[in-house]
């Protein structure tokens, strides 16, 4: 891989920030939901797949029942006892017109990395992850560094669901992520599908971004189940399916049957990554790929480090 490449620098300092967030937990109570409020969560392209990662651990948890959704399409007529919002830049225009007209209304909070920008004064309470900023377009560890923070707290309110490792598992995983050799039939490969269940559908997602947005890959991300409805008839030689936690029974034989190649580095049983390094891996192969194809991973086309509108914020 390019020493230059700031991109795989910041995926290389995941597990550090993982536990950075986990140790600063208690600096943020504040922001954080509290157990049986009813929470949307709210972001935009990697800050909602993350948001929709949380809803279903916390959810799922028992912790009280959450919604995720892009900014745009928050459902105003809804009532919720607090939004989340996620924003790496905090000056994402859709984010920062939600939190204007919520205020007097609703409780809000944000997660973000940057304490100079305008989410400081549009949320309640914020949390600065300053130590996950990222110098690179692409997202990577702010995103992961937030999910993790948030189930470190799920985890100290003893509300993960049933099967999701302890924060420190997912670190020690993901030091293993950083260092494995990525598979050569893997990066050879000229089309994705990723695949998730229940949380890890949000990170099938995110890993289907990271791949357009650094390498322009084709890819494509679906709930595990669904695969076999339709997306399926897109597998075959050359062709990948990756999937993000447990593998449903029969799914590998149906990838093997149609020549594809199945990845399940995540789940249940011995040598498994968390989901969560899982993803590292897919934000490796991602650079792996961009690079192999000419293109800088650090400054992918078409794309800025936050979305601002040409709109008023009256």
Request: hydrophobic share 40%; proline share 5%.
């Amino acid at each position: 891989m390019s020493i230059t490449c700031r991109t795989t620098v910041e995926i290389s300092s995941q597990p550090d920030t993982w536990l950075r967030a986990k140790d600063s937990l208690e600096l943020f109570s504040d922001v954080l939901p509290r157990r049986g409020e009813r929470v949307a969560v709210v972001g935009c392209g990697t800050s909602w797949f993350m948001a929709q990662a949380y809803a279903e651990l916390r959810e799922h948890g028992g912790h009280g029942e959450t919604d995720a959704f892009a900014a745009s399409e928050f459902p105003h007529g809804r009532s919720y006892d607090r939004v989340l919002a996620i924003t790496r830049s905090g000056t994402t225009s859709e984010v920062l017109d939600l939190l204007d007209r919520l205020k007097g209304t609703t409780p809000t909070g944000a997660v973000t990395a940057d304490p100079e920008t305008p989410v400081m004064k549009a949320a309640a309470a914020v949390a600065v992850l300053g130590f996950a900023d990222e110098e690179s377009v692409v997202q990577t560890r702010f995103a992961t560094t937030t999910l993790a923070l948030l189930r470190a707290h799920l985890e100290a309110e003893d509300a993960l669901p049933a099967g999701v490792r302890p924060l420190d598992e997912a670190i020690a995983d993901a030091r293993r992520a950083v260092a494995l050799d990525l598979d050569a039939d893997v990066c050879a490969a000229d089309q994705f599908t990723f695949l998730g269940t229940g949380w890890t559908y949000g990170l099938a997602l995110e890993a289907g971004l990271k791949m357009r947005e650094a390498a322009g890959a084709w890819t494509e991300a679906y709930p595990a189940m669904e695969y076999r409805h339709g997306p399926i008839s897109i597998t075959g030689p050359g062709r990948v399916a990756w999937v993000f936690g447990p593998t449903p029974t029969g799914l590998a034989d149906d990838v093997a049957r149609v020549g594809g190649t199945i990845v399940a580095g995540s789940g249940d049983g011995p040598g498994k990554l968390d989901p969560l390094a899982d993803l590292v891996l897919a934000q490796r192969l991602a650079v792996r790929l961009a690079e192999a194809r000419g293109y800088d991973p650090d400054r992918p086309r078409n794309l800025t480090r936050s979305v601002i509108l040409g709109v008023s914020r009256a």
